[in-house]
C-alpha cells in the first residue's frame, strides 16, 4: 500500500476508535447486561457486542471486500490469512470493565496477506492510543514512541496472566521470581501498552487473534519480540501462550521456560 | 478536634500535597538516583528522600509538637502511639516510580492518640487523592465516595502482593482462585485506591505504617476491613502481612487463611 493511502486508512480508523471510545464512555455508568461464555470468568456485556457491531459497520462500508474477525462473532468466519483481514477486540478486558470499568482496551488490527499493516491499542480510561505499522512507525496519542530500551528481564517488571501464574505453567514462577517484580493488570491490551511505553519488560499470556493481533504489528514496529511461549513464530490465526518482551527477556525467558 | 479545626488542616494538608506532586512531576523525566536497602528489590531514590524532606519540613512548620513516622527516616523514631503522629510515605511503589514513572502514591496520615484523623492517598500520575477521616467522611478528587458494595471474593477482583503469591503464603493461591481473578499493582496506595473506588474487592501484602497508616483511616471510614492477616486489630506501628476487604470478602478471606 502507498503511504498516502495507509495514511487514509490511518486517519478513518482512528476516527472510528475515537467515536466507539465515546459510545463507551456514554454508556459506563450505566447498568450493564452481563453474560458468562466459557466460564464465571469469561464474560462478554452488551456493550462488547454494540461496539463490535459498531466496528463491523464501519469496516464493511470502509473495505466491503475484506474479512473481519472479531472477539464476539459478529464478523466473518476467518479460515485462511488471505488477503486483508480486519482483526478488532471491541472490549480487552471485559472482567476489567465490568468490575473496575477501567483497564480495559479497544484494539484494531489490519493485516494483508498474512502481513501486518496498521495496529491500534486504545486504553479507554488511561487515555493512551498506541497506533502505526511498519510503515508508518509507532505512535503514542500521535507522538512517535521513544525507543524502547532493550532491558533483560533481572532489570525489569514483568506482566503476567493471572491463571498461568497459578498454575506455574511454563515455569511462569521461575520467571517472575528472575525478574524484579510480576504486574498482573487482567487485560492484553493494558499488558502490551505497557510494555510498549517500557513500564514492563515484557508480558506472558494465553491469547487469541484479537488479543495480540494490533499489539503485534506495533510491537513489532518496535523491536520488540512476540512469538509463542516456546519461541515459534506466531500464526496471526491462532490461539496459544504467547511471549511478548524486549529482545534482552525474550531470551532470558525462553531459556527458563525450556529448562 | 473541632471540624472547623479539621477542615483547616485538611486544606493545609491537600497545599501540601499538590506542591509536592508539583515537585515530583518536574522531576520526573530526569536520571534518577536509585539506591537498594535491604534487597535488590527494595530501592530508594533521591527523588524520594528530597520528598520526604519537604513535608516533614512543612510538618514540623505547621505542628511542631507532633511526632513524624516517616519511610526514608527523616521523621522521628516513634515508640509509642501517645499524642499527634504524622505519617508518611514520599513515593509509596518505589519500583513502579523508578521502572515505569507511573503507578505510584505519597500517602500522609494523621493519628492522635492512636486514632486516626485524617488520611491522604495520592495516585500521582493517574490524578487521584482519596482524602477524608472519620469526621470529615471520605473524597475522591474533592467529591465525595460513593458508598462501597459490600461484594463478597467469589464476585471480586482481588489485589495480592506478588511475592505473598509465588510463595503461597496463607493459603493465597486459593484465594486467588476463589476471586474473580488477582491483580498485581505493586504499590500498596495504588491498591488502597482501586479497594475504596470498588475496583478491587480487598487487598492483600505484607505492610509497614507509612503503607497503611493513611489508607486505614480512610478505608475504615469507608466501611471496609483492615485487619492483620488472621483478622487481628492492626497496631498503626507495626510491619505485618495486612489483610484489607469489604466485610464479606474479608470473612471469606479469613476463612481460607485458617484452612
Redesign the interface.
Known amino acids: 500500500m502507498e503511504i498516502n493511502e495507509l495514511k487514509e486508512i490511518d486517519k478513518t480508523v482512528k476516527g472510528w476508535l475515537h467515536e466507539s471510545r465515546d459510545n463507551v464512555l456514554r454508556k459506563i455508568d450505566t447498568r450493564l447486561k452481563v453474560d458468562t461464555k466459557t466460564s464465571?470468568?469469561d464474560l462478554v456485556t452488551n456493550i462488547d457486542k454494540q461496539n463490535e457491531k459498531f466496528l463491523v459497520g464501519k469496516i464493511r462500508e470502509f473495505d466491503p471486500d475484506a474479512k473481519i474477525l472479531g472477539e464476539e462473532g459478529f464478523g466473518d468466519q476467518v479460515h485462511s490469512t488471505d488477503g486483508r483481514i480486519w482483526i478488532i477486540d471491541p472490549i480487552d478486558g471485559t472482567?476489567?470493565f465490568v468490575?473496575?470499568?477501567?483497564?480495559f482496551a479497544i484494539m484494531i488490527a489490519l493485516y494483508e496477506d498474512g502481513k501486518g499493516v496498521l495496529g491500534y491499542v486504545m486504553d479507554v480510561i488511561g487515555k493512551h492510543l498506541l497506533s502505526g505499522g511498519p510503515d508508518l512507525g509507532v505512535f503514542d496519542n500521535g507522538h512517535p514512541l521513544p525507543p524502547v530500551k532493550d532491558t533483560s528481564l533481572r532489570e525489569?517488571?514483568i506482566g503476567l496472566s493471572?491463571p498461568m501464574?497459578?498454575h506455574n505453567d511454563y515455569n511462569m514462577?521461575d520467571i517472575?521470581?528472575q525478574s524484579?517484580?510480576?504486574?498482573?493488570?487482567?487485560s492484553a491490551g493494558i499488558d502490551i501498552i505497557?510494555v510498549l511505553r517500557?513500564?514492563?519488560v515484557g508480558y506472558i499470556s494465553y491469547l487469541k487473534p484479537w488479543d495480540f493481533g494490533a499489539g503485534r504489528i506495533l510491537c513489532e514496529t518496535a523491536g520488540l519480540k512476540m512469538t509463542t511461549i516456546d519461541g515459534r513464530r506466531l500464526d496471526v490465526l491462532s490461539s496459544t501462550p504467547v511471549l511478548l518482551a524486549t529482545r534482552n527477556a525474550h531470551q532470558d525467558i525462553l531459556t527458563i521456560v525450556s529448562k
Chains 1, 2 share one sequence.
Open positions: 464465571r470468568r472482567m476489567n468490575k473496575q470499568r477501567n483497564h525489569g517488571l493471572g501464574v497459578l514462577v517472575a521470581q524484579l517484580g510480576m504486574r498482573i493488570y487482567g505497557s517500557g513500564e514492563l
